[in-house]
């Protein structure tokens, strides 16, 4: 099945930048979205289409994409970034099912 | 607003069965596909299903492929997920979300809080 590698944690001070990566295969062709979850509560959409980025979302999120790895970039990071974020495509090649990638925390120092 | 409402959760034994429900408002639900997530408890996000506009065409995750029907009900503006020979390794919280249209790898844009379903003896 398709996999979506992220990594586990990533740590941040208050005020620094914030890339949380997400590889897979045939990047180039797939669409990639980003969803932030803080505890307790339902994941809200941060960035579609690789680099879109959803009405209400602050302009500190961005996306970008190259090659197998789509990165998820938070500057200026504050303290209520920090959650859980989450990467998704749909997998084509499996007559197009979901597929969301491993999940990173974000921890703000 | 846009709105999404899961119900239906619940203690179920394995085997057993139970119907969750998603209730929307605030945007027009024919003109959306929609989507059922799944996490368990302490583990990330898993797509289980999303069905078409219409209802005619739908997709599962392999793992629950034979046991799950999503359906949708347009005059009630609601979302179903029927399941059936429930396992252990369902238990999890399982979210309703929109599916942003305009393409053919759309994001989902809202959700739903989320009900939780747990499989035990």
């Known amino acids: 099945s398709y996999v979506l590698a992220q990594p586990p944690s990533v740590s941040v001070a208050p005020g620094e930048t914030a890339r949380i990566a997400c590889g897979g295969n045939?990047?180039?062709?797939?669409?990639v979205h980003w969803y932030q979850q803080k505890p307790g509560q339902a994941p809200v959409l941060v960035i579609y289409?690789?680099?879109d980025r959803p009405s209400g979302i602050p302009e500190r999120f961005s996306g970008s994409k190259s090659g197998n790895t789509a990165t998820l970039t938070i500057s200026r990071v504050e303290a209520g970034d920090e959650a859980d974020y989450y990467c998704q495509v749909w997998d084509s090649s499996r007559d197009h099912r979901g597929v969301f990638g491993t999940g990173t925390k974000v921890t703000v120092l | 607003q846009v709105q999404l409402v899961e119900s239906g959760g619940g203690l179920v034994k394995p085997g057993g069965s139970l119907r969750l429900s998603c209730t929307t408002s605030?945007?027009?639900?024919?003109?959306?596909?929609m989507n059922w997530i799944r996490q368990a408890p302490g583990k990330g996000l898993e797509w289980v299903s999303y069905?078409?506009?219409?209802?005619?065409?739908?997709k599962y995750t392999d793992s629950v492929k034979g046991r799950f029907t999503i359906s949708r009900d347009n005059a009630k503006t609601s979302l179903y997920l029927q399941m059936n020979g429930l396992r252990a390794e369902d238990t999890a919280v399982y979210y309703c979300a929109r599916v942003l249209s305009g393409s053919d790898e759309p994001p989902s844009d809202y959700w739903g809080q989320g009900t939780l379903v747990t499989v035990s003896s």
């Open positions: 289409y690789d680099s």
């Open positions: 605030g945007f027009t639900f024919s003109d959306y596909y």
């Open positions: 069905i078409s506009t219409s209802g005619s065409y739908t």
């Open positions: 045939n990047f180039g062709t797939k669409s």
